[in-house]
């Protein structure tokens, strides 16, 4: 179609619309628009479709009628624990190491599976301060970043010391090395003690 023809098609087409019929609509159009604005910032005004939004269900922080203060969060009765959560009943004193130590045995039966798992979990939580050999010659050590040296996991004295008390030094931190409490599962920490006295205090 040539140009001058589009635009005669074009004029004709708009042309059905007579002038009153325009304003007509362009009035409706205005209606709606303004008619749509909220009146009030709280009110979400008509729903079209909601879906699921409003649940029945009260929200974790809303107000209740009947629980106590008035509010859905409660706190968990005294003495209970999260699923899953195994209180440690050692605290981060020299005795408690000690006798964590006489006390707490790895669980599991050494295999290359759960060495391999150790091994992951050390190179996350352990490597960067006690190196990859357990040297105790970690990056953030040598780079200066962290100003105590991390004890040999793999000479002198802890050789002597059983594998209880890793776990728990691991657990409840010792002088400058924080607790891995919740960093570290208790499933983990074992892997780690595992893979420390099967891999790294074997290699020469
Ligand atoms: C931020 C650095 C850092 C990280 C991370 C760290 N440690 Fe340590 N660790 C230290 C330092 C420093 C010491 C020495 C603390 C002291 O004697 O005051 C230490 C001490 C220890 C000891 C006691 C050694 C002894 O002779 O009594 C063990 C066992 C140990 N770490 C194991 C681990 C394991 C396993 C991990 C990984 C889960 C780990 N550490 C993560 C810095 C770290």
Redesign the pocket.
């Known amino acids: 179609m040539k140009n001058f023809e589009l635009k005669k098609y074009m004029n004709m087409k708009s042309s059905h619309i007579t002038l009153k019929g325009r304003i007509t609509l362009l009035l409706m159009l205005t209606v709606l628009i303004v008619s749509s604005c909220d009146r009030s910032r709280m009110d979400r005004g008509y729903d079209y479709f909601p879906d699921m939004f409003n649940s029945a269900a009260y929200k974790t922080y809303s107000e209740h009628p009947v629980l106590p203060d008035g509010q859905i969060m409660q706190e968990a009765p005294e003495g209970t624990i999260p699923i899953g959560f195994v209180p440690y009943p050692y605290d981060n004193s020299f005795e408690s190491r000690e006798l964590a130590g006489k006390e707490l045995t790895n669980p599991f039966e050494v295999n290359n599976e759960l060495i391999a798992e150790g091994k992951a ?2 190179e996350i ?2 490597m ?3 190196g990859v050999d357990g040297k ?1 010659d ?1 990056i ?1 050590y040598t780079s200066g970043k ?1 100003l ?6 793999v000479e ?3 050789l002597e ?1 059983p594998s209880g ?2 776990f728990h ?2 657990t409840k931190g ?5 607790a ?1 409490e919740v960093l ?1 599962k208790p499933e983990d ?1 074992w892997k ?2 595992m893979y ?1 006295e099967e891999v790294l205090r074997k290699q020469k």
């Open positions: 979990k050390y939580f352990c960067h301060c006690h105790g970690g953030l962290f105590v040296k991390p004890a040999t996991l002198g004295d802890i010391k008390e890793i030094v691991i010792w002088g400058t090395m924080a891995h570290v920490r780690i003690v420390i």
